[in-house]
């Protein structure tokens, strides 16, 4: 920005002039009027330019990189004040104790604050990283991989759990016919509406391309229903889209590991809540795209 760029051009000059006159009495007060001079130049340049406008639009912003040039200017302010105090040793010149605590409060602050907004940018890297290693770039919930490290913790654990399998029916039928961004948007919406369905330590995830696993932690018969129950009634709620109202089922399928019936691994969980899900899919029979029959799965678990 050839505006910003002015203005730090005329930021500059007024500092020279500043220094200049400080500098010496003579030839100082000369240079320091006519940098006063250029300096308001560059701030008059910096208002006429059409660029000028551009310094008030929100931008997104830059990663913030410790280059060779940053590194260069940390480097110099660090030895700053060892330079002028060693250079006036050899000069047989008096150290000013003020300079020393005046350098010292301007050069550490600026170079901890540059590496405080390295640090803050690195950790910020590293939980996108986190995130996007672990999560579906397209609905936000956990992957088949993190959701499964998740579950073998839980079973390696013993805790008591409860695995429900969502699987929608007719989805290539609806990317068919209304396109795959619906369809994308679809699947969002899905994710959305079973994450409200669960509570705030259960897990959810995209397992396959049409199929959700949820992970209920220690629960009761109670929640276990009432979470089928929501699923089943949040689905049934027709799906807005660009082309109208969208209409989609679901079969639902549910395995508990508890102390009657615990499972060691997470294949085998999975295979079982697998084939509750397929069991009932092939005994319910479901007149309506738009109102999904539901028998409760823990049934068909059993």
């Known amino acids: 920005n050839r505006a910003l760029a002015l ?25 320091g009027m006519m940098a006063y001079l250029g300096g308001y130049v560059a701030l008059g340049l910096a208002v006429l330019n059409p660029a000028i406008h551009r310094l008030a639009e929100p931008v997104p912003p830059r990663p913030d ?37 005046i350098a010292a409060a301007l050069t550490v602050p600026l170079v901890m604050v540059r ?26 919930v956990l992957n088949r991989r993190e959701f499964t490290n998740l579950l073998e913790t839980e079973l390696a654990q013993r ?3 409860a695995l429900i399998f969502c699987d929608l029916n007719s989805f290539k039928q609806i990317n068919d016919r209304y396109g795959h961004l619906v369809g994308d948007q679809l699947l969002m919406e899905v994710a959305q509406r079973l994450r409200a369905c669960v509570r705030d330590d259960d897990l959810i995830s995209r397992f396959g391309g049409d199929e959700f696993l949820l992970l209920l932690r220690a629960p009761t018969r109670d929640d276990l229903v009432r979470a089928e129950t929501c699923i089943v009634d949040a689905l049934a709620q027709p799906f807005q889209s660009s082309g109208g109202p ?19 691994t997470v294949e085998q969980l999975v295979s ?13 029979a479901t007149p309506s795209p738009a109102v999904p029959q539901w028998t409760p799965a823990v049934a068909d678990a059993n």
Do not use: N
Request: glycine share 6%; charged share 20%; proline share 4%.
């Open 7 to 31: 203005l730090f051009v005329a930021l500059a000059l007024k500092l020279v002039g500043y220094v200049t006159i400080a500098a010496s009495a003579h030839w100082g007060p000369t240079l």
């Open 65 to 101: 990189r410790l280059g060779p040039a940053r590194l260069a200017l940390l480097s110099a302010a660090l030895l700053a004040v060892p330079i002028a105090v060693g250079l006036r040793e050899l000069a047989d010149q008096p150290v000013s104790g003020t300079f020393l605590i």
């Open 115 to 140: 590496i405080g907004l390295l640090a803050a940018e690195l950790h910020r890297s590293e939980r996108t990283l986190r995130h996007l290693a672990s999560h579906d770039p397209l609905t936000s």
């Open 159 to 161: 805790r008591d759990c």
């Open 246 to 264: 969208v209409h989609i089922t679901a079969s639902i399928g549910a395995i508990v590991s508890d102390t009657e019936s615990r499972y060691t």
């Open 272 to 284: 079982h809540a697998d084939a509750a899900m397929y069991a009932r899919k092939r005994r319910t």
